[in-house]
């Protein structure tokens, strides 16, 4: 998440896992959206396995799981968020509005000011 | 930073440089604490040269430099914070805070709820 100068991240771990993150829930929206698993991943650039592992470890690390597929052949199978998935999602995307919300203070105001809009040129490396 | 299953992660980029995030924060604070760029970045497992650089990078994103060197020989040459480091590091530590607090709501006591503490095991990829 982008604000202005500042990228934020949000990431929720289950163990060593990542149970939700920015990627994860874009691909949640797109599931939503698109109704299926692959498509959703062919709009995000990503392989199918690499989508179906993405869902996977997501409904791993929750008490229910986040994306239910339904029946039908082959990679066009439909999926749909289960209501545990919605609410996850909807979470997810509060703490990051929540998030942003505490960087309106003083606090990011004082640092704005005090960066450049572009670095200086690399300086020559000190010699020893 | 951590927040039980969470981890926040908030940088700063000046165009495409990065100009504060957690590891610099720590470098600066290393730096403050050790008085010189080379056994702040050898406390923080890193070389001489890569923690010149980083603190090189800093120094060309913000309006004035966070860090000064001070004459000397060698590697071993004093350092410190200028009170332009001072004010963007405490800064940065500020935002940091405002941004836990900003998570104690609501929001991620629903997500911490639902998240298992453990994944279950990866389960056998759907055939296609």
Redesign the interface.
């Known amino acids: 998440m982008r604000i202005g ?11 060593d ?1 990542l ?2 993150g920015p990627g994860k829930a874009d691909l949640l929206e797109a599931i939503a959206r698109e109704g299926s698993i692959s498509a959703a991943g062919r709009v995000m650039g990503m392989s199918y ?1 690499r989508s ?2 993405l869902v ?2 997501m ?6 799981r986040l994306v239910e ?1 339904m029946p039908g052949g ?2 066009a199978r439909g999926a749909r968020l289960t209501d ?1 998935g919605a ?2 999602l909807a ?2 995307r ?2 990051e509005t ?2 942003a ?3 309106t ?1 003083e ?2 105001a ?2 704005d000011t ?10 020559t ?2 010699s ?1």
């Open positions: 100068a500042l990228k934020l991240k949000a990431q929720l771990y289950c163990g896992a149970a939700m396995r179906w592992l996977d470890e409904n791993r690390c929750w008490r229910d597929t082959g990679k545990t609410t996850v979470a997810y509060a703490l929540a998030l919300d505490a960087t203070g606090t990011l004082t640092l005090l960066l450049r809009t572009e670095p200086l040129s690399p300086a490396p000190l020893d």
